[in-house]
């Protein structure tokens, strides 16, 4: 059973880093699709990034310029850099695993992917 657990949360002033982790167990294969999922208190979750199986990469016009997506395939770990974070990208921060998106052209919807992550938090301070 593919399990993916995210790491890397925190607590950062206004244009700081953080650099979240996901890791993937239970999938023997090195192609795969992660996607990045936030949702801030009161509203609904909202797709921010997504890595696919061919490595391409989208982003919503919020995070591109300042997050970036990659991956390790011997760790079987995706990243998402985070740069110059602002109040607004607080939030539960989730990494969602699928095994059939290959080529990415946007987030792929939430039936896309069958294992999620319990999350992490990031909070941005002024």
């Known amino acids: 059973q593919v399990q993916v657990a995210e790491s890397g949360g925190g607590s950062v002033q206004v244009g700081g880093s953080l650099r979240l982790s996901c890791a993937v167990s239970?999938?023997?294969?090195?192609?795969?699709?992660i996607g990045w999922f936030r949702q801030a208190p009161g509203e609904q979750r909202e797709g921010v990034a997504a890595i696919g199986g061919d490595d391409s990469t989208f982003y919503i016009g919020s995070v591109k310029g300042r997050f970036t997506v990659s991956r390790d395939n011997t760790q079987k770990t995706v990243y998402v850099e985070m740069n110059n974070l602002q109040p607004e990208d607080t939030g539960m921060y989730f990494c969602a695993f699928s095994d059939s998106v290959n080529n990415i052209q946007n987030i792929p919807g939430d039936r896309w992917f069958h294992a999620w992550g319990k999350g992490t938090q990031v909070t941005v301070s002024s």
């Open positions: 239970g999938y023997r294969f090195e192609s795969f699709c």
